[in-house]
Protein backbone atom coordinates (compact mmCIF):
# COMPACT_ATOMS: atom_id res chain seq x y z
CA UNK A 1 0.00 0.00 0.00
CA UNK A 2 1.20 3.78 -0.71
CA UNK A 3 0.26 6.38 0.67
CA UNK A 4 0.82 9.81 -0.85
CA UNK A 5 0.20 13.30 1.60
CA UNK A 6 0.12 16.61 0.41
CA UNK A 7 -1.75 20.01 0.84
CA UNK A 8 0.31 21.14 3.43
CA UNK A 9 1.89 24.50 3.64
CA UNK A 10 2.57 27.82 5.69
CA UNK A 11 -1.21 29.55 6.81
CA UNK A 12 -1.75 32.83 9.12
CA UNK A 13 -3.18 31.60 12.73
CA UNK A 14 -6.95 31.50 12.17
CA UNK A 15 -6.59 30.18 8.83
CA UNK A 16 -7.44 26.74 6.89
CA UNK A 17 -5.65 24.51 4.65
CA UNK A 18 -6.99 20.82 3.47
CA UNK A 19 -4.91 17.97 3.28
CA UNK A 20 -5.16 14.81 1.06
CA UNK A 21 -3.66 11.60 0.86
CA UNK A 22 -4.32 9.74 -2.05
CA UNK A 23 -4.12 5.64 -1.79
CA UNK A 24 -2.86 2.93 -3.97
CA UNK A 25 -1.98 -0.81 -3.66
CA UNK A 26 -5.36 -2.51 -2.33
CA UNK A 27 -9.13 -1.55 -2.46
CA UNK A 28 -9.11 1.46 -0.76
CA UNK A 29 -13.04 1.41 0.31
CA UNK A 30 -12.49 -1.61 2.40
CA UNK A 31 -10.48 0.16 5.06
CA UNK A 32 -10.49 2.64 7.79
CA UNK A 33 -7.95 5.56 7.56
CA UNK A 34 -6.17 8.43 9.83
CA UNK A 35 -4.59 11.11 10.10
CA UNK A 36 -1.77 11.43 12.49
CA UNK A 37 0.52 14.84 13.17
CA UNK A 38 4.09 15.15 15.07
CA UNK A 39 5.49 18.25 16.35
CA UNK A 40 9.19 19.84 16.83
CA UNK A 41 10.57 17.64 19.42
CA UNK A 42 7.09 15.88 20.58
CA UNK A 43 6.05 12.07 19.83
CA UNK A 44 3.50 11.62 17.08
CA UNK A 45 0.05 12.05 18.03
CA UNK A 46 -3.48 11.05 16.55
CA UNK A 47 -5.60 13.61 15.07
CA UNK A 48 -8.64 11.80 13.46
CA UNK A 49 -9.83 8.71 11.86
CA UNK A 50 -12.40 7.78 9.51
CA UNK A 51 -14.21 4.04 8.80
CA UNK A 52 -14.12 2.53 5.77
CA UNK A 53 -17.41 4.02 4.44
CA UNK A 54 -17.05 7.29 5.84
CA UNK A 55 -20.03 6.78 7.95
CA UNK A 56 -17.94 6.49 11.76
CA UNK A 57 -15.01 9.35 12.67
CA UNK A 58 -13.29 10.05 15.63
CA UNK A 59 -11.21 12.89 16.54
CA UNK A 60 -8.71 14.24 19.61
CA UNK A 61 -9.93 16.78 22.01
CA UNK A 62 -7.10 19.09 20.73
CA UNK A 63 -9.31 19.43 17.14
CA UNK A 64 -12.42 18.47 17.60
CA UNK A 65 -14.80 21.26 15.88
CA UNK A 66 -11.98 22.87 13.98
CA UNK A 67 -10.77 19.83 12.00
CA UNK A 68 -13.05 17.37 9.62
CA UNK A 69 -11.75 14.06 8.37
CA UNK A 70 -13.58 12.79 5.29
CA UNK A 71 -13.12 10.13 2.08
CA UNK A 72 -14.13 9.74 -1.22
CA UNK A 73 -13.36 6.00 -2.27
CA UNK A 74 -13.78 6.76 -5.80
CA UNK A 75 -10.86 8.80 -5.76
CA UNK A 76 -9.06 6.26 -3.19
CA UNK A 77 -8.34 9.86 -1.30
CA UNK A 78 -8.81 11.09 2.42
CA UNK A 79 -9.42 14.18 3.46
CA UNK A 80 -8.43 16.30 6.61
CA UNK A 81 -10.04 19.97 6.22
CA UNK A 82 -8.25 22.25 9.11
CA UNK A 83 -9.73 25.49 9.92
CA UNK A 84 -9.06 27.44 12.80
CA UNK A 85 -5.84 26.32 12.75
CA UNK A 86 -4.06 27.64 15.86
CA UNK A 87 0.32 27.70 15.83
CA UNK A 88 0.42 24.48 18.13
CA UNK A 89 -1.27 22.77 15.09
CA UNK A 90 2.18 23.32 13.37
CA UNK A 91 3.30 19.71 12.74
CA UNK A 92 4.44 17.54 10.33
CA UNK A 93 0.72 15.25 9.14
CA UNK A 94 0.84 11.67 8.17
CA UNK A 95 -2.47 10.13 6.62
CA UNK A 96 -2.27 6.10 7.90
CA UNK A 97 -3.88 3.15 7.07
CA UNK A 98 -4.86 0.32 9.87
CA UNK A 99 -5.31 -3.33 8.43
CA UNK A 100 -9.40 -3.04 9.00
CA UNK A 101 -12.64 -1.06 8.49
CA UNK A 102 -13.02 -0.26 11.84
CA UNK A 103 -11.17 3.06 13.32
CA UNK A 104 -8.17 2.99 15.21
CA UNK A 105 -6.63 5.82 17.31
CA UNK A 106 -3.06 4.59 18.33
CA UNK A 107 -0.19 4.24 16.12
CA UNK A 108 0.26 0.58 16.71
CA UNK A 109 -2.76 -0.27 14.90
CA UNK A 110 -1.75 1.21 11.69
CA UNK A 111 0.42 -0.80 9.54
CA UNK A 112 0.43 1.86 6.41
CA UNK A 113 2.11 5.42 6.59
CA UNK A 114 2.85 8.08 4.10
CA UNK A 115 5.56 10.25 3.80
CA UNK A 116 3.91 13.59 5.83
CA UNK A 117 3.72 16.59 4.81
CA UNK A 118 4.31 19.86 6.48
CA UNK A 119 2.18 22.86 8.00
CA UNK A 120 3.22 25.75 9.49
CA UNK A 121 0.72 27.78 11.57
CA UNK A 122 2.41 31.33 12.26
CA UNK A 123 0.70 33.61 15.06
Known amino acids: VQLQAYGGGLVQAGGSLRLSCEASGRTFSNYAMGWFRQAPGKEREFVAA????????YYADSVKGRFTISRDNGKNTVYLQMNSLKPEDTAVYYC?????????????????WGQGTQVTVSS
Open 50 to 57: ISWRGGYT
Open 96 to 112: AAPPGRQIATSQGEYNY
